[in-house]
Each structure stands twice: as structure tokens, then as C-alpha cells.
């Protein structure tokens, strides 16, 4: 017993002398233990962290998961789409063919239309041009050539064909008719409408009822000149009157009773050419039926 007291007295004294040496090595310890313990701090707040992420991604993952289920969903019934419009189409595929041979017949009859049109055009300048150039001056003054919508218009002064309220054409006229006349003769593909126009001031002869007797039979007048004495074909020729309803300028003052008071030639081309474009139009489904 007193051995084991002596014993445990000398460990302590062991104990303490190794104290006493090693403060050096404890305080190196403690600095170690500090550092470890800050790491693990460290450590464990990213965990944490890490945890959290972890959590997040599942419930990424989740959503994922189910957007994917619902894809399959949808690309499941766009196949069933596909298929159906595949089938759909493999049965219209025939009138698939036959809308483009339709089209394409369309297209060239489209392209006859604007060639013909554009020939009009071509031979409507070229007529516009000639008949300009063939006139003089004074003639010019009284002499107004256009083209409006395919179609040539010669407007003639009633003060340079006929005597105030006589339809019978005057020899100062004669020779701008001949040269128009001239012209017409070149252009044998087109037909020709004289219509006769007036003011609203009433006729007052006795042999010509109103303004639409004397518009007609000044109209008329020309056509004859025209066959008669410069040899226009009269198949080619139509004579109309319009009295006072086709006025071009106001009534009211002196100068647009002239301008109304005038004989139009209208040169138009044969429409025999279009009319047989509008027989050959391609027909269609709704024509067959």
C-alpha cells in the first residue's frame, strides 16, 4: 500500500515536471485545435449549405421529371397527329397534283391576259403618237387625244366640226377627219364609237326634238364622213349620242358649255381576242358542277 502510494506520488511528480517542459508544445497544440476547429466549422456551415443544394436539386429533379412525363404525353400525341396527317395526306396527295396542274393552267392564262394587254397598251401609244404628229397646231388647239384604261379618246370641238345647232360636218373639218381617218386605216384590229355630246342649252329647231337628237345626229354625221368620203370600213363604226348627260365640265359658265360640246372618237381594240381568252379560261371544280 505504501508502494502504491509512492508510486502515484511520483507519477504526479512526473506529471507535473512534464508540464512544466512541455507549455511550449501545449500552446502549439491549442493554436492546432483553434485551426481545426475553425475548418470544422467551416465544414459543417457548408454542409449545410450543401444540404440545402442538395434539397433544391431534388426538387429540380421532381419538376424535371414530371415536364419530361409530360413531354412523352405530348410527343406521343403528336405522333398520333402525325400519323393521321400523314394518312390525310397520302389520300390528298391526288388533289394535290391536280391543284398545281390548276394553278399552272391559271398562271399561263393569266400571262395570255397581260400579253394581250400589254400589246393594247404597245399599239394604243403608238396609235396616240402617230395621230398627235400628224396634226398641226391649230389643230391641237382644238383637237385632245388621250388614253384612259386601255382605250383611245379623240375629242373634237363641236365649234370646229359643225355650225352653232347644225349637225352637218363643215369643210374646215375635213381635213383633220382625213388625217384621223389616216390613222384608222392602219389600225384595222380596232373598232370605232363616235358619240356625240352637248351643254344642257335646249335645241330649238324644228326639225331636232332635243339635245339627244342632235348629239345622236352629229354622231352620225361623222360615222358617214368616215365611211363616205375616206373609206372606213362602216362594220368598224358605231354611232352613238349622249345629249347633255356626259358633261365633262360645269354647265354653268360659257367655257364648260364648250368643252362640252364635243364629238368623241373612241378607238377600241376588238374584244374578239379577249373573248376567246375568257372561253379558254381553265375551268374549275365549281365550273364543272
Known sequence: MKFKAL????????????????????????????????????TREDLIN?????????????????????????????????????????????????LVD??????????????????????NIALTNKLTRSLNTDELKEVDVKVLKGVVYISLADNMLFKSGSYEVNSR???TLSKI??????YKDYDVLVEG?????????TNIRNNWDLSALRASSVV????????????RLTAGGRGEFNAIADNGTELGKQ????????????LDDFLDLIDKAPETDDDAK
Not at 506520488?9 to 500552446?27: D, E, R
Not at 381617218?181 to 392602219?186: Q, R, T
Open 224 to 235: 358617214q364622213v368616215l365611211q363616205n368620203d375616206f373609206g372606213i370600213n362602216p362594220n
Open 102 to 123: 390548276e394553278i399552272n393552267a391559271s398562271n399561263k392564262y393569266i400571262k395570255q391576259l397581260v400579253d394581250a394587254k400589254s400589246k393594247s397598251d404597245s399599239l
Open 50 to 98: 450543401c444540404n440545402a443544394d442538395t434539397r433544391n436539386l431534388q426538387t429540380q429533379l421532381d419538376n424535371a421529371t414530371a415536364s419530361n412525363e409530360e413531354l412523352k404525353k405530348g410527343m406521343a400525341e403528336l405522333k398520333h397527329t402525325l400519323d393521321k396527317s400523314m394518312d390525310a395526306n397520302a389520300q390528298g396527295s391526288v388533289n394535290i397534283a391536280k
Open 7 to 42: 508510486f502515484i506520488g511520483a507519477s504526479i511528480l512526473a506529471i507535473m515536471s512534464s508540464s512544466c517542459v512541455s507549455n511550449k508544445k501545449y500552446a502549439e497544440l491549442q493554436t492546432k485545435y483553434d485551426q481545426l476547429n475553425t475548418t470544422y466549422n467551416s
Open 197 to 205: 355630246n352637248t351643254d344642257n342649252v335646249p335645241i330649238s329647231k
Open 259 to 270: 368643252r362640252n360640246r364635243r364629238t368623241e372618237i373612241i378607238i377600241t381594240p376588238k
Open 173 to 175: 373639218a375635213m381635213e
Open 181 to 186: 381617218a389616216k390613222i384608222l386605216k392602219d
